[in-house]
């Protein structure tokens, strides 16, 4: 039965803004809270407000003001725990407040999916001291890769390559979360052929998966993605029981980013995102519903028949390469004039350096065409200081 009225998103970057826009073709009341003001999703949300996502206290304040009836994370930097206990009072959280707080943090699901669900992964170990860092790295050897626990977008994630290179790699993930960081995990480096993300949907119909996504990453962040990618049938019927499992773990009615590496006899998981994923960007030209379409359908209680890939598609992020406070995007008509092709323009009030700011989507009839026009459009765009807003 379709009712509920109201959804409140604890994040409102550009997932969320499309996120909140699939909402309101339903009629749904959206209300978009950051911690900081102008946010995207906020930009086309009802309501909006302005608090430290991390401290437990606003983040209740907030969902006791508007009683909302879904509560939708859209990041991993939030009071999860108290989301747990605000479920435990009758709020609804999506996808579960578990599932919220297990995956913001990496040694939650990486337990979970390692050592409760027997689920491939690299080697790891935990670290919350220098000391425990060194002794960590010796135990996984080098190359390894290095990332608190509490971060996204690559913020704070180095490869370190040596001994020598160990306070560095330390130093990096001390400063760069999304939180000031307490621990780090320390993976093996898997020398992967590939990398996917395959989008998997727990609905009413029951879970659905959406054709896998091929990405390229650069400094832990997406630098590029497409969908179809190439793997074989047995990759395939792999990476899904892989998706399965840990979705059903986590529970809840919702869309999952599954990230899986390929290798040439293995599958590893990686991680999973319990919300729309930054390279399934690419789904908003591909599919006939995109992947916030899915989220909303499936967090509402809504059918979904099937999901179909119209065509190959693409998708380039466009990143900034340093800080600044006012900034304009040049370029769009010529990007524009290329064919098939979109852009989402995030309109993010300051840039900062590797902060994604806009994307190009294109779609061809293959994917290798449909890189080369998101690259044409994308070459076309030019990030340029503003001294005059
Ligand atoms: N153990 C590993 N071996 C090799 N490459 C890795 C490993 N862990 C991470 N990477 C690379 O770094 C990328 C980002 O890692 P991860 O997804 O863990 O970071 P993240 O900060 O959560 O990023 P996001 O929030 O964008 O998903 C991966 O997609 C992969 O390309
Ligand atoms: N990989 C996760 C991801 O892409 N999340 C997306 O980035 C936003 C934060 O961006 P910001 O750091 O530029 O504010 C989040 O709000 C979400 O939309
Ligand atoms: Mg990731």
């Given at each position: ?175 760069g979360g999304r939180v000031q960081a307490t621990k780090v995990i320390v993976e093996e480096f898997i020398s992967f052929d590939s990398e996917i993300t395959l989008l998997t949907v727990r ?187």
């Amino acid at each position: 039965m379709y009712y509920t009225e109201k959804i409140l998103l604890l994040g409102s970057g550009e997932l969320g803004k499309e996120v909140i826009i699939e909402a309101q073709r339903l009629g749904v009341e959206t209300i978009a809270v950051d911690r900081y003001a102008d946010a995207p999703a906020m930009q086309v949300a009802h309501r909006s407000y302005v608090i430290d996502m991390l401290d437990p206290a606003e983040v209740r304040r907030v969902i006791e003001a508007e009683q909302p009836d879904l509560i939708v994370p859209e990041i991993e930097a939030i009071a999860t725990a108290e989301l747990v206990k605000l479920e435990e009072e009758g709020y609804r959280v999506i996808p579960t407040a578990t599932a919220a707080r297990l995956t913001m943090d990496r040694e939650g699901i990486r337990r979970l999916a390692a050592e409760t669900l027997g689920l491939p992964t690299a080697k790891y170990r935990f670290a919350a001291s220098f000391e425990e860092f060194v002794t960590a790295t010796e135990a996984i050897g080098f190359p390894c890769v290095i990332k608190p626990i509490m971060s996204s977008s690559g913020k704070g994630q180095s490869v370190c390559r040596s001994a020598e290179d160990r306070e560095r790699c330390w130093k990096v993930a001390m400063e760069g979360g999304r939180v000031q960081a307490t621990k780090v995990i320390v993976e093996e480096f898997i020398s992967f052929d590939s990398e996917i993300t395959l989008l998997t949907v727990r609905s009413t119909n029951g879970t659905l998966f959406c054709a896998p996504i091929g990405h390229l990453q650069q400094d832990g962040d997406y630098i590029e993605s497409w969908q179809p990618h190439t793997m074989t049938e047995e990759q395939l019927e792999q990476a899904k029981q892989i998706a399965a499992t840990i979705t059903e773990a986590l529970g809840g009615f919702g869309l999952f980013g599954v990230e899986l590496f390929l290798s040439k006899d293995q599958v590893y998981f990686s991680e999973v995102s319990p919300r729309p994923h930054d390279t399934g960007l690419v789904t908003l030209v591909t599919q006939n519903l995109s992947e916030f379409a899915l989220h909303v359908r499936a967090i509402l209680g809504l059918p979904i028949p099937e999901i179909t890939l119209l065509s190959p598609g693409a998708s380039r992020p466009l990143k900034a390469k340093q800080a600044m406070d006012h900034y304009r995007i040049e370029g769009v008509a010529d990007a524009l004039a290329t064919s098939n092709t979109q852009l989402r323009i995030f309109r993010k009030p300051l840039a900062t350096a590797g902060r994604r700011l806009a994307v190009a989507l294109s779609t061809a009839d293959t994917v290798e065409q449909a890189r080369e026009l998101a690259r044409q459009a994308w070459e076309q765009l030019r990030l340029v200081a503003d001294e005059h807003e």
